[in-house]
């Protein structure tokens, strides 16, 4: 075979390798996504941010090549049991947060927040840069999941309760919708906890089948009308500094995916990630502000006392936790190296700038 010849062989050849290559990355793929909250809600389901914004996003940035198809609590399975069907493929993703598969994966609770723990912006960088989102995913894998973050409110509300708390010792026999793990803490001062979607807060709030609840902020917490329920509104947010949405794919969907089509996928959620915390940002003062000055909702902090208990006795919970499992001493261990660390730096910059603006 002359040089020629022999170089048209080879482009030829390369060619006809590359071909199979070209034609997976310009399949099209056709999803669905579940949800752990109902039709409509705020930031969970809609609006900026929210994962029916995302699937947009990817439909978009995909030049529709990937398209995600959105449903919410109950439209194809109920709330609780996205975990499960993405794990068994039956959908190939889902949004929820990752303290309700506490029962499954017990240390996933740190991923969507830990109380007294980091803020926004030191819970995101411990997932993107400090070791977080590999653990998270390590955590997954025997389930057949990849995980990321898709969405954060920042900090929450305390909630709301029927009754004012004036000292620790009115927490005990309160019934409360309290997920995660300020749960633990709550029942180790004698609240009866209850895990509740968002859909049946109000109406369980609203009968007495609860004394107390928490949900999200002041925005999203108006539009379920808590307020109409219970006019106690705490705002300390001691138990949720930060909250993550939690987004998990199906790993063989995932795997099936070119590289540029994940790419997508990661870059739309980490978008999420900043716009809907921004929304919840935008929206919180002006609706506290109606809830306080047109509800009559009474809001304020928690006692000092009754915080410093909260504190003490979720330190120990922590402990006990990581004590009692490897696999959550692993996560708790790189959380609180970090958070240390990330104390350190806030305490000199973010705390000092606070401090400075404070009227």
Same mark, same amino acid.
């Given at each position: 075979?002359?040089?020629?010849?022999?170089?048209?062989?080879?482009?030829?050849?390369?060619? #006809?390798?590359?071909?199979?290559?070209?034609?997976?990355?310009?399949?099209?793929?056709?999803?669905?996504?579940?949800n752990s909250y109902g039709p409509g809600s705020p930031f969970y389901v809609t609006g900026p941010?929210?994962?029916?914004?995302?699937?947009?996003l990817?439909?978009?940035?995909?030049?529709?090549?990937?398209?995600?198809?959105?449903? #919410?609590?109950?439209?194809?399975?109920?709330?609780?049991?996205?975990?499960?069907?993405?794990? #068994?493929g039956t959908v190939e993703m889902n949004a929820s947060n990752s303290?309700?598969?506490?029962?499954?994966?017990?240390?996933?609770?740190?991923?969507?927040?830990?109380?007294?723990?980091?803020?926004?912006q030191g819970h995101t960088a411990w997932i993107y840069h400090g070791g977080g989102l590999a653990l998270w995913e390590e955590l997954y894998t025997p389930f057949n999941l990849v995980p990321m973050p898709?969405?954060?409110t920042g900090v929450q509300m305390t909630g709301w309760f029927r009754k004012p708390i004036e000292k620790v010792e009115d927490f005990k026999g309160l019934k409360m919708r309290i997920p995660g793990l300020a749960g633990k803490v709550y029942a180790k001062l004698g609240v009866d906890v209850k895990l509740l979607p968002g859909g049946e807060i109000f109406p369980a709030l609203e009968r007495g089948v609860i004394d107390a609840a928490e949900f999200v902020g002041p925005f999203q917490d108006r539009r379920l009308g808590l307020q109409k329920a219970a006019k106690y509104y705490y705002t300390t947010g001691w138990h949720e500094p930060n909250n993550v949405t939690e987004l998990i794919v199906n790993k063989a969907a995932w795997d099936s995916l070119p590289a540029d089509l994940k790419e997508i996928v990661r870059s739309a959620a980490a978008a999420c990630v900043v716009t809907s915390h921004t929304w919840c940002e935008a929206t919180n003062s002006d609706a506290l502000d109606e809830l306080v000055a047109k509800e009559g909702v009474t809001a304020g902090p928690l006692p000092g006392p009754?915080?410093?208990?909260?504190?003490?006795?979720?330190?120990?919970?922590l402990t006990d936790l990581a004590n009692s499992n490897p696999k959550i001493k692993k996560v708790y261990d790189s959380f609180t190296a970090f958070k240390a660390k990330h104390d350190k730096w806030a305490g000199v910059s973010e705390a000092v700038y606070q401090d400075q603006i404070r009227v």
């Amino acid at each position: 075979m002359d040089r020629r010849n022999f170089l048209i062989g080879g482009v030829a050849g390369t060619a #006809a390798l590359a071909a199979p290559a070209v034609a997976s990355a310009q399949q099209t793929f056709n999803w669905k996504m579940t949800n752990s909250y109902g039709p409509g809600s705020p930031f969970y389901v809609t609006g900026p941010g929210s994962p029916t914004h995302f699937c947009e996003l990817v439909k978009t940035m995909s030049g529709g090549r990937l398209n995600i198809q959105h449903f #919410a609590a109950g439209e194809l399975i109920p709330a609780f049991e996205g975990f499960d069907a993405v794990s #068994a493929g039956t959908v190939e993703m889902n949004a929820s947060n990752s303290y309700f598969w506490a029962g499954k994966v017990p240390a996933a609770q740190f991923f969507t927040t830990v109380p007294f723990g980091l803020n926004f912006q030191g819970h995101t960088a411990w997932i993107y840069h400090g070791g977080g989102l590999a653990l998270w995913e390590e955590l997954y894998t025997p389930f057949n999941l990849v995980p990321m973050p898709l969405g954060n409110t920042g900090v929450q509300m305390t909630g709301w309760f029927r009754k004012p708390i004036e000292k620790v010792e009115d927490f005990k026999g309160l019934k409360m919708r309290i997920p995660g793990l300020a749960g633990k803490v709550y029942a180790k001062l004698g609240v009866d906890v209850k895990l509740l979607p968002g859909g049946e807060i109000f109406p369980a709030l609203e009968r007495g089948v609860i004394d107390a609840a928490e949900f999200v902020g002041p925005f999203q917490d108006r539009r379920l009308g808590l307020q109409k329920a219970a006019k106690y509104y705490y705002t300390t947010g001691w138990h949720e500094p930060n909250n993550v949405t939690e987004l998990i794919v199906n790993k063989a969907a995932w795997d099936s995916l070119p590289a540029d089509l994940k790419e997508i996928v990661r870059s739309a959620a980490a978008a999420c990630v900043v716009t809907s915390h921004t929304w919840c940002e935008a929206t919180n003062s002006d609706a506290l502000d109606e809830l306080v000055a047109k509800e009559g909702v009474t809001a304020g902090p928690l006692p000092g006392p009754v915080v410093d208990k909260l504190r003490e006795v979720t330190n120990q919970t922590l402990t006990d936790l990581a004590n009692s499992n490897p696999k959550i001493k692993k996560v708790y261990d790189s959380f609180t190296a970090f958070k240390a660390k990330h104390d350190k730096w806030a305490g000199v910059s973010e705390a000092v700038y606070q401090d400075q603006i404070r009227v």
